[in-house]
């Protein structure tokens, strides 16, 4: 039997210290990757039976995040909601849902069960008095407020125990406004902005371990890795405390940086690199949001190579997934992307996409930031341009999102 293969979009959430908390699911017809805005009960049925029986919820969004689902009245008062693990979702109501008894009183009875609710768009009218009781985390899209009407929102609100969540944050400005205000949950590609990072730069050392990455990546002579390890006394520390925890037992005494290099082996050294890169300058626990969107888009970007894309070799699929772990460097680091690189002695192929924005893997890197921005009108048509069919592409998201999961718990 046929069955209609389902995309799968995030968007994360945050918390006032820039941290993950959960992810916006958001779901579209592989054949279209457009909304059936007539069907939108059928979609989401699919989107929810789909990601219970074929994604697994904790593979999409780990076991410490949480995910919210948009739902209408239709889904919200069918009992197939109630198959959701309450204890990890966050049910989204729609701004079209109309307010009555009936929706009131099922809110009343999902909260009862243990569910969390939300609403979505949200513009304050005293209709809504009866449900806020009930809703715990408000939903505020700043492109659609003045400042008078966030400023009115937000009275309006005062007497409710809820939780203020600003969508579409798009800059600092943004961030501290609504933070300043209260609200504390955030959505939007703020954090992706170089100014964003805390006003500060990444610690230093940053640099080094992405050096090192490219180097594993480019199979480089055993010497110029040592040289870099020389270059930072802290990673040669790591290094020889990785080499003791794996290698329990071992006879042999390390006699230079070279030798516990080859002690450890490449796989496990490139390993140790990745996780380097993911955790680096934050604190356990905390790993910076755009650190977790270059990890994600650099092994998107490498699966979607190995599924056929822009010729399918492994020596693309390494420089597909550089490319995609550098494509936020400018960002983390807050320097001009072309510096940054020039001290890395990257490939002319990964330079070229990611300054000049030209090449096949500059069209690969489009087609990811289309799909993290939930832009369907445009995903069908760079797939094709990548040589990939949508199965792929869906395939290589679930996959990626699974790894980086992986990566966020082994730590």
């Given at each position: 039997?046929?069955?209609?293969?389902?995309?799968?979009?995030?968007?994360?959430?945050?918390?006032?210290?820039?941290?993950?908390?959960?992810?916006?699911?958001?779901?579209?017809?592989?054949?279209?990757?457009?909304?059936?805005?007539?069907?939108?009960?059928?979609?989401?049925?699919?989107?929810?039976?789909?990601?219970?029986?074929?994604f697994g919820l904790k593979k999409v969004v780990g076991k410490r995040h949480t995910a919210f689902f948009n739902v209408n009245a239709e889904i919200l008062h069918s009992e197939m909601v109630e198959l959701l693990p309450k204890e990890q979702v966050v049910l989204e109501l729609l701004e079209t849902i109309k307010i009555d008894d009936d929706l009131i009183n099922r809110c009343r009875e999902l909260k009862t069960l243990g569910f969390s609710l939300a609403l979505d768009d949200f513009i304050y009218k005293p209709s809504y008095d009866p449900l806020l009781e009930w809703i715990d985390i408000v939903k505020v899209d700043l492109l659609v407020m003045t400042p008078a009407l966030l400023e009115e929102t937000i009275d309006s609100l005062q007497g409710?125990?809820?939780?203020?969540?600003?969508?579409?944050?798009?800059?600092?400005?943004?961030?501290?406004?609504?933070?300043?205000?209260?609200?504390?949950?955030?959505?939007?590609?703020?954090?992706?902005?170089?100014?964003?990072?805390?006003?500060?730069?990444?610690?230093?050392?940053?640099?080094?371990?992405?050096?090192?990455?490219n180097q594993i990546l480019r199979d480089a002579d055993l010497k110029v890795i040592e040289q870099t390890f020389k270059e930072s006394p802290s990673l040669i520390f790591n290094l020889l405390r990785l080499l003791n925890s794996v290698s329990s037992g071992m006879k042999q005494k390390i006699s230079s940086v070279g030798h516990a290099i080859v002690l450890l082996g490449r796989n496990r050294l490139s390993r140790w690199a990745q996780i380097l890169l993911f955790t680096q300058g934050s604190t356990p626990g905390h790993q910076n949001p755009l650190l977790a969107?270059?990890?994600?888009?650099?092994?998107?970007?490498?699966?979607?190579?190995?599924?056929?894309?822009?010729?399918?070799?492994?020596?693309?699929?390494?420089?597909?997934?550089?490319?995609?772990?550098?494509?936020?460097?400018?960002?983390?680091?807050?320097?001009?992307?072309?510096?940054?690189?020039?001290?890395?002695?990257?490939?002319?192929?990964?330079?070229?996409?990611?300054?000049?924005?030209?090449?096949?893997?500059?069209?690969?890197?489009?087609?990811?930031?289309?799909?993290?921005?939930?832009?369907?009108?445009?995903i069908?048509?760079?797939?094709?341009?990548?040589?990939?069919?949508?199965?792929?592409?869906?395939?290589?998201?679930?996959?990626?999102?699974?790894?980086?999961q992986g990566l966020i718990q082994s730590l």
């Open positions: 039997m046929n069955q209609e293969e389902i995309y799968l979009g995030r968007q994360p959430i945050l918390d006032r210290h820039n941290t993950i908390l959960g992810y916006e699911i958001l779901f579209r017809s592989g054949h279209s990757l457009c909304a059936d805005i007539d069907n939108v009960s059928q979609a989401s049925i699919s989107s929810i039976l789909s990601t219970l029986s074929d409710f125990p809820l939780t203020l969540l600003a969508e579409k944050v798009e800059d600092l400005d943004q961030f501290e406004q609504t933070r300043a205000l209260g609200f504390k949950m955030f959505q939007g590609y703020y954090f992706a902005h170089p100014v964003v990072i805390s006003g500060k730069r990444v610690d230093p050392e940053y640099i080094t371990v992405m050096k090192l990455m969107t270059a990890v994600m888009r650099g092994r998107f970007m490498e699966l979607m190579v190995e599924k056929g894309a822009i010729g399918g070799t492994k020596s693309s699929a390494d420089l597909a997934f550089m490319t995609g772990v550098f494509s936020l460097i400018e960002a983390l680091l807050m320097r001009p992307i072309a510096e940054i690189l020039n001290q890395l002695s990257l490939v002319d192929e990964v330079y070229r996409a990611l300054v000049d924005d030209q090449g096949d893997l500059a069209e690969l890197l489009r087609l990811v930031k289309k799909i993290e921005k939930s832009d369907y009108s445009a069908d048509l760079l797939a094709d341009r990548c040589q990939l069919k949508m199965g792929s592409v869906i395939d290589a998201e679930q996959e990626a999102s699974v790894w980086v």
